[in-house]
């Protein structure tokens, strides 16, 4: 029994002095560490950088007051190629605040002839607009706006104004009207 405790005795001993850990510092500036043979080093620790870009922060062309104390901010007005795209932010201080506007009422203003220009609509008929809710009329469908305390984005498309005209008024219902805004080209 005495051999057996002594042989278990002697073979931790060797054990743990095989297992001996020994740290050098390296030119530069990791540590490498060795145990019996094997060598682990260690990264430096790198600067931490977001995983993500984060956007930069939306620059607002306009303001204008809401429906129900809500501010509905004027981000972009842009042509790409045919289409007038007019991008808007919405927000209020009212934690549940939500929208519904009828798609029929929202307008853009040709300010150089005056004309009055509806949504675009796709091919099977439905008004180009973020979150849109259709009902059974065209005529009656909504374009849903969430104005919570994180700023809803909305948009709608149009047919873009002829490149004659550097500027266009936006009209929402229960929202004052964004006049002479230039239209990006």
């Not at 390296?26 to 956007?55: H, I, L, W, Y």
């Not at 509905?72 to 519904?100: A, Q």
């Not at 008004?127 to 709608?156: H, I």
Request: hydrophobic share 35%.
């Amino acid at each position: 029994m005495r051999l057996k405790i002594f042989a278990l005795t002697g073979a931790a001993a060797l054990v743990l002095t095989a297992c001996t850990t020994k740290e050098e510092q390296a030119q530069d500036g990791t540590t490498n560490t060795s145990t019996g043979g094997v060598v682990r080093e260690e990264a430096k620790a790198e600067t931490e950088t977001p995983p993500v870009t984060p956007m930069p922060a939306a620059t607002v062309i306009q303001s204008q007051p809401g429906p129900d104390g809500s501010q509905v901010d004027l981000l972009s007005v842009k042509v790409t190629g045919d289409i007038l795209t007019v991008t808007l932010r919405c927000s209020s201080p009212e934690r549940y605040n939500r929208e519904t506007i009828r798609v029929a009422q929202v307008s853009v203003i040709d300010d150089a002839t005056s004309q009055r220009i509806g949504v675009l609509k796709d091919n099977e008929g439905n008004a180009m607009v973020s979150n849109l809710s259709r009902s059974s009329s065209p005529d009656n469908d909504n374009m849903m706006v969430d104005c919570t305390s994180k700023p809803g984005v909305m948009w709608a498309k149009f047919p873009a104004p002829p490149a004659t005209s550097p500027t266009v008024s936006i009209n929402l219902p229960g929202v004052a009207p964004f006049d002479g805004i230039p239209v990006q080209r």
